[in-house]
C-alpha cells in the first residue's frame, strides 16, 4: 500500500465509536512492519497511547468493519485474528512516529496526519454548507406562508359569486 496518496489514506480513515481512527493492521502495512512488532512497540511505551489515543476493538465491531469491506478487500487477511486489532486515533498515530523511529514512519505519519486534515476540513465545510441551508429554508419557509396567504387571496377573488344581472333603474320600454 503506498502513501503518496491523500484519497488512499482517506479509506483507510473509518469510523468506530464516533471517531476517525486507522486499524492497527492497516498501519502496521503502511509502515512496512509486522502487526505484532507495532503493537509491541506500543505496549513497550503504552504511557504514550492513553485510551482516547489507542483502544482494542471489539469482535462486533470488527465484524461490523470486515462486512463493511473497509478491511479486508478482496484479500482473506483477518479472517482467522488471534487478538482482536486496535484502532489509533489521530492523536495515537502522531505518537506512533516517536515510537517507531523510522524514515518510513516519518513519512506515513506525516501524510495521514495530512488525510485527517483534509477530512476535518472537508466536515467543517460540509456544516457550513448546511447552516446555509437550514437559513435559507428558514427565510422561504416564511415566504411560503406569505406566498400561500397571497394565492389563496387570489382564488377568493377568482371564486367571488357573480353578481346577479341588475336591471337598469325607470321605466323601460319593451
Partial sequence: MTFSSLDKLDSIIVTVR???????????ELYQVEPRS???????NSARFPDDFMFQLTKSEWDSLRSQ??????SKKGEHLK?????????GIAM????????????????????FV????LLSSNRELSRKIAEIESKLGSQDH????????????????EAKKKYPIGFRKK
Fill in 18 to 28: 464516533s471517531r476517525k481512527v486507522v486499524i492497527s493492521s492497516t498501519l502496521a
Fill in 38 to 44: 507495532l503493537l509491541q512497540a506500543v505496549k513497550r
Fill in 69 to 74: 469491506n473497509v478491511i479486508l478487500e478482496k
Fill in 83 to 91: 487478538y482482536l486489532p486496535y484502532a489509533f486515533t489521530q492523536e
Fill in 96 to 115: 506512533l512516529s516517536s515510537v517507531l523511529k523510522s524514515t518510513r514512519a516519518i513519512e506515513v505519519n506525516v501524510s495521514i496526519m495530512r488525510a
Fill in 118 to 121: 483534509q477530512m476535518r476540513s
Fill in 146 to 161: 406569505k406566498i400561500m396567504t397571497l394565492f389563496s387571496a387570489i382564488r377568493q377573488l377568482i371564486e367571488a359569486p
